[in-house]
């Protein structure tokens, strides 16, 4: 019998090629291993048990959706332009297909929203003047249609970022109240963006002194007037701070909203979180980035904000994030950075999050991005492969120690203790660019007894650095995603693993990774 994880990737591919298949299995062309082009080094160990318990993480049952976008406030309306980014719709169609047919979550927000200005004659969705179509604008105007097109969309969950930075209470607030009315999929919405980079300067602080209390507190006056005004309570997305770091931090802002009387009025604390810095020419690092050590340590910043928000019963996120700021150089649109997003959206579940958002900058100029005008690029296919990876899922536990470069989760998609796994995720995060590639065997035992076979689906690339711009795609399990219009290509290939005495064997090549499904 095809277990029923199988039969929800068939589905999943079916979506995305648009022709119907009885199963994954037959979609078999090519195997996966004649992908990899480099002669294989022998493989060393890694020996992994799996759990006769289920442990539920911090934040409890998991959602579909969860590996979600966020859009950058003004180039939003481009990103959903039919004409000029053709691949969006798509795209976000394979997304809900990969999350069993869960759209992702949105964030409409970024810089720009705190220099945004609601217009409410203003026929266009946004207006501004650039002198160059890679820059973002210093100003600008959005008006209904701007919040017209967020209702459209055809997730659940949309989350809109308005303005706080220019002090205009009464402007915001009318545009919170045509997005209430509007806005049937409306979440949450956040005033301001990183208030950290703030200052004296900036017209909420009035020329006084800007710190961590200055914001909280002018967090949960705004958050009295905005909800209020509008007469919703769970309305506010709060925080929305770029992680933990002197002083400001999510675990600093909810006392104030306790104590300040908006917790009522709070649905959400959303957080930023970019590992490394592309800003000013500072120099970005894909070994590091990828590596599964690194990613370990770096997302248990985490998981005392999480718990922070949990403490007064709020949902926790990671409302922006990618692999570097400002739109994220080199590094960005590899396939490491592929890589990065599977191993990166695990930690930050285990570390609480209920929903990762990852930014998508300005058109043409945002490294980051998971599609362009006319490319699919390599951080989209990790996108696909960890949603895919989690739909319906329950739960994640990790099997590895943490202390080396190769992961192992189990993911779960039962609320029982007792629970097997339904999924086992693999990631090798050895770089690899050229010459002979290393891989890592990996031993599985106490796999129960209803376990008879697993079938493998593998993310892999010509190397760490490949990118589709340069012509050399990622592929999962020998399918790849059209430049043209997003839709599959290619035949999938799936591999096929014995399990023998609860026992099951398997190899990854350095910078791959390779999802197992039990059945």
Same mark, same amino acid.
């Given at each position: 019998m095809v277990p029923l994880c199988l039969n929800l990737i068939t589905w999943v591919?079916?979506? /995305? !090629?648009?022709?119907?298949?009885?199963n994954l299995i037959s979609l078999l062309g090519t195997t996966v291993a004649a992908l990899l082009v480099a002669p294989l080094a022998a493989s060393a160990q890694s020996a992994l048990t799996i759990p006769s318990t289920r442990t539920a993480n911090p934040q409890g049952a998991l959602s579909n959706g969860l590996v979600g976008i966020s859009f950058e406030f003004f180039a939003f309306p481009e990103y959903f332009n039919v004409s000029a980014m053709p691949l969006t719709?798509?795209? +976000?169609?394979? !997304?809900?297909?990969?999350?069993?047919?869960?759209?992702?979550? &949105?964030?409409?927000?970024?810089?720009?929203?705190?220099?945004?200005? =609601?217009?409410? #004659? !203003?026929?266009?969705?946004?207006? =501004?003047?650039?002198?160059?179509?890679?820059?973002?604008?210093?100003?600008?105007?959005?008006?209904?249609?701007? &919040?017209?097109?967020?209702?459209?969309?055809?997730?659940d969950y949309v989350t809109l970022g308005l303005n706080r930075r220019l002090n205009q209470l009464v402007n915001t607030t009318a545009a919170a109240a045509y997005a209430v009315a509007k806005m049937k999929n409306l979440f949450a919405i956040e005033l301001g963006n990183e208030p950290e980079f703030y200052g004296t300067s900036?017209? &909420?602080?009035?020329?006084?002194t800007w710190d961590p209390a200055a914001d909280a507190n002018s967090q949960t006056s705004w958050q009295k007037s905005v909800a209020t005004s509008v007469g919703r309570s769970s309305l506010i997305q709060a925080g929305v701070r770029l992680q933990p770091q002197n002083g400001w931090s999510i675990a600093q802002i909810v006392p104030y909203v306790s104590a300040n009387g908006t917790t009522a009025l709070v649905t959400s604390f959303g957080e930023h979180s970019?590992?490394?810095?592309?800003c000013g020419g500072a120099a970005t690092n894909l070994t590091a980035? /990828?590596?599964?050590? #690194?990613?370990?340590?770096?997302?248990?910043?985490?998981?005392?904000?999480?718990a922070a928000a949990r403490s007064i019963g709020k949902h926790y996120y990671i409302s922006e994030t990618n692999s570097a700021t400002c739109?994220?150089?080199? &590094?960005?649109?590899?396939?490491?950075?592929? +890589?990065?997003?599977?191993?990166?959206?695990?930690?930050?579940?285990?570390?609480?999050a209920e929903a990762i958002f990852f930014h998508h900058g300005t058109i043409g100029n945002s490294p980051y991005s998971w599609w362009?005008?006319?490319?699919?690029?390599?951080?989209? =296919?990790?996108?696909?492969?960890?949603?895919?990876? !989690?739909?319906?899922?329950?739960?994640?536990?990790?099997?590895?120690?943490g202390a080396t470069p190769y992961a192992a989760y189990a993911i779960y998609t039962s609320t029982s203790s007792s629970a097997a796994p339904a999924r086992i995720l693999l990631v090798n995060s050895d770089y690899y660019a050229s010459g002979t590639r290393s891989s890592r065997t990996f031993s599985l035992s106490s796999l129960p007894t209803s376990v008879t076979a697993a079938t493998g689906i593998r993310l892999t690339a010509a190397g760490a650095n490949a990118t589709v711009e340069a012509g050399s795609p990622p592929s999962i399990s020998g399918l790849s995603f059209s430049n043209t219009d997003c839709k599959s290509a290619g035949q999938s290939a799936p591999e096929s693993f014995a399990v023998t005495g609860g026992a099951l064997t398997a190899s990854v090549a350095a910078s791959e990774a390779l999802l197992l499904v039990l059945g």
């Open positions: 591919f079916h979506v /995305m !090629l648009h022709h119907a298949q009885p719709q798509q795209c +976000l169609a394979n !997304l809900a297909a990969a999350s069993a047919g869960t759209y992702p979550r &949105i964030r409409i927000g970024g810089t720009t929203q705190d220099r945004a200005t =609601y217009d409410p #004659t !203003l026929t266009a969705a946004v207006s =501004y003047t650039v002198a160059s179509a890679t820059d973002a604008p210093t100003t600008l105007t959005y008006g209904d249609a701007f &919040i017209d097109l967020a209702a459209s969309y055809a997730g900036s017209p &909420i602080a009035g020329g006084a970019y590992p490394q810095s592309a980035l /990828m590596n599964h050590p #690194t990613i370990v340590s770096y997302c248990t910043q985490y998981a005392s904000e999480s739109g994220g150089g080199g &590094i960005s649109p590899t396939f490491g950075a592929a +890589l990065w997003i599977v191993d990166y959206t695990m930690q930050l579940i285990l570390n609480g362009g005008q006319s490319t699919v690029f390599a951080p989209y =296919y990790g996108a696909i492969f960890t949603a895919t990876a !989690l739909a319906n899922a329950t739960s994640v536990q990790q099997l590895d120690s």
